[in-house]
């Protein structure tokens, strides 16, 4: 193994935008970036899922609606 290489350096938290609010560090990271990013996916996904209510639901609401009672189900 190589010095100075670890595999759990794909886990470093970096800072992209810097910003100090009152000498907390509000810096917004590589981190939040993802989480953002998969807010906005599932957002999405939701959003374009239930746009059609209908009584027999397709192929997509079903699994938009099973994703979401699964979610649920395991909060519970």
């Known amino acids: 193994m190589a010095e100075g290489h670890s595999p759990l350096n794909q886990f470093e938290i970096k800072r992209l935008i810097e910003l100090d609010i009152g000498g907390i560090d509000a810096s917004f990271t590589n981190s939040s970036l ?3 990013l998969s807010v906005i996916t599932i957002s999405i996904f ?3 899922g ?4 209908t009584m027999i639901p397709g192929r997509w ?3 938009v609606e099973l994703s979401y009672v699964f979610i649920a189900n395991l909060l519970r």
Do not use: D, Y
């Not at 239930?50 to 209510?53: G, I, K, L, Q, T």
């Open 34 to 36: 993802f989480m953002m």
């Open 46 to 48: 939701l959003i374009l």
């Open 50 to 53: 239930m746009r059609n209510h």
């Open 61 to 63: 609401q079903s699994m």
